[in-house]
């Protein structure tokens, strides 16, 4: 079974490059599309969508907002 990663055990040099930084962040992390932050495990998913997260977020709070 894979290990998931918390991100908040991440520690990246800010002294590398930006190329450096992010291969430095994917090696750490392992799986960019599921990690855990504190206690939460957070998956990454994309579809074919034109909507936006902002556009999603909005939907979900007018619908928990009634």
Request: proline share 3%; no cysteine.
């Amino acid at each position: 079974m894979e290990e998931i990663v918390n991100i908040e055990n991440i520690k990246v040099n800010t002294a590398l490059p930006k190329e450096a930084r992010t291969r430095q962040f994917v090696e750490e992390i392992r799986n960019p599309y599921r990690f855990m932050v504190d206690d939460v495990i957070v998956n990454v998913v994309f579809t074919e969508s034109r909507n936006t997260l902002q556009d999603r977020l909005q939907q979900y709070f007018q619908l928990v907002m009634v």
